[in-house]
């Protein structure tokens, strides 16, 4: 066994006992109501499922094992390139809790390159494909092609005690995300660059390897992919990338569906395809006004975008009610790297402008940025205009604390997911009821 691999037992094993034994004693505690109005709009706000690795807070935004995303900056070990730290760090804390060491980091990046490894038959499916196959449909299908590889689906056949589902899902989890840089910089070299692949580079860490292989060297890129890998990890288990993993894999799928299905679920334009929609944005902005706009010009184009029943890309969010601290993260990292570039000067004159207008319409709970209003303008300033892709860079980065979170919800035994169902008759009939009773009371 691994050292992280009995760290993690050592953690999850006693939790389980504390959870069956919290379930058995305190099962009966009411955690809150729902409404009417929450059932018809997404659930939003429900509390209905455990997650243990990242917590968002309408205020504070989101932390990960309690830690903010200011805080990780600073503790979390760094690459001896410096300052953004590394996703083996937040993979590390996410599932056992603790910060890292630099030793114990370096164990994690030399385990995945161990697992990097891609079978043959998954790259010759992904040359089959059409031309124009979206990225993260080749993303989806690469990962379902790598289920050929799961350990946990070939000890299940075999058969084996459920107190041990834990064990070959590490296994998966720890492949499955050696793997995915290799497969993304593949998908993004077959589909933009003629096909000319790059051999990985085992003396680079995880994210400085995927940003090679996707064949940027410029050491500031490789310093934005370790951040931008680490903050797009998790976000709490509501989001539909991370129940949808979780759902999947209650049903004891195996990592790679799990993951695949919650790849899915990213690549709608409500979730993952943000980005791009955002950098779009801002370049039919400044192609409209010829270069960077005045703020007056700024208030007119986002008016205008109000005006013809579109939202502003890049602000609002379903939970918080202040600025996404990843945009405050990659904001600082601009005006660090790239303070004069045409594009972030854009984005930080919307940042001054776009909230009082947002507000003005009465409407809008959150007129703050969120994360993707600065991510695909820095990928822009380093040369990776192509928007499609930003779903997969999110996708590689999600993966770790969704499939950290898959490998705890084994380790507690956590049972399949079946909610409960109404129809809107059911509703009119308890709503006829409930009146009935107010009346009959008054």
């Known amino acids: ?84 730290p590394l996703p083996e760090g937040i993979f590390y804390l996410l599932l056992t809790g603790e910060i890292p060491t630099l030793e114990e980091v370096i164990n994690v990046n030399n385990e995945w390159m161990k697992r990097a490894n891609v079978p043959k038959h998954v790259f010759d499916m992904l040359d089959m494909l059409p031309a124009k196959t979206h990225p993260m449909t080749q993303f989806s299908m690469a990962i379902m092609a790598l289920q050929t590889e799961s350990v946990f689906a070939q000890k299940y056949r075999e058969g084996m005690n459920k107190k041990e589902y834990w064990d070959p899902m590490y296994e998966d989890i720890m492949n499955l995300i050696a793997r995915l840089p290799r497969i993304a910089a593949y998908i993004y070299r077959k589909t933009y660059k003629d096909g000319i692949h790059i051999e990985p580079n085992p003396k680079l860490d995880w994210a400085g390897n995927f940003a090679h292989m996707l064949g940027y060297e410029a050491l500031d ?155 695909g303008i820095l990928l822009i300033h380093y040369g990776l205009t192509e928007y499609d892709f930003y779903t997969v860079l999110f996708g590689v980065s999600r993966a770790i604390g969704v499939l950290t979170s898959l490998l705890w919800d084994r380790a507690l035994g956590v049972p399949i997911e079946r909610p409960g169902s109404v129809t809107t008759e059911w509703i009119l009939n308890k709503i006829k009821k409930e009146t009935s009773e107010a009346e009959a009371k008054a």
């Open 1 to 84: 066994m691994d050292k992280l691999k009995d760290k993690f037992a050592s953690k999850a094993m006693p939790m389980a006992e504390q959870t069956r034994k919290l379930v058995k004693e305190h099962g009966e505690i009411v955690l809150g109501q729902y409404t009417i109005e929450q059932v018809y709009s997404g659930m939003k706000g429900m509390i209905g499922m455990i997650t243990e690795t990242s917590k968002l807070d309408a205020e504070e935004g989101i932390r990960f094992r309690g830690y903010s995303i200011p805080e990780l900056r600073e503790k979390l070990p760094v690459s001896k390139e410096g300052p953004e």
């Open 221 to 375: 890129f490789r310093k934005l992919m370790r951040l931008y890998l680490t903050i797009h990890v998790d976000h709490e288990g509501g989001n539909v990338s991370a129940h949808t993993t979780h759902l999947v894999g209650s049903a004891l799928s195996d990592a790679y569906l799990s993951l695949a299905a919650g790849m899915n679920g990213l690549a709608g334009p409500l979730h993952g395809l943000a980005a791009q929609e955002v950098a779009r944005w801002i370049l039919d902005l400044r192609e409209e006004f010829n270069g960077v706009p005045t703020k007056e010009q700024i208030a007119e184009f986002i008016k205008k975008t109000l005006a013809e029943g579109r939202v502003i890309p890049g602000y609002g969010h379903a939970v918080l009610r202040k600025t996404d601290p990843r945009y405050t993260a990659q904001q600082e990292f601009a005006k660090a790297n790239m303070a004069d570039d045409e594009l972030f000067k854009i984005v930080q004159l919307l940042y001054e402008v776009t909230p009082e207008i947002l507000k003005s319409t009465g409407k809008i709970k959150n007129p703050w940025p969120n994360v993707d209003a600065h991510s």
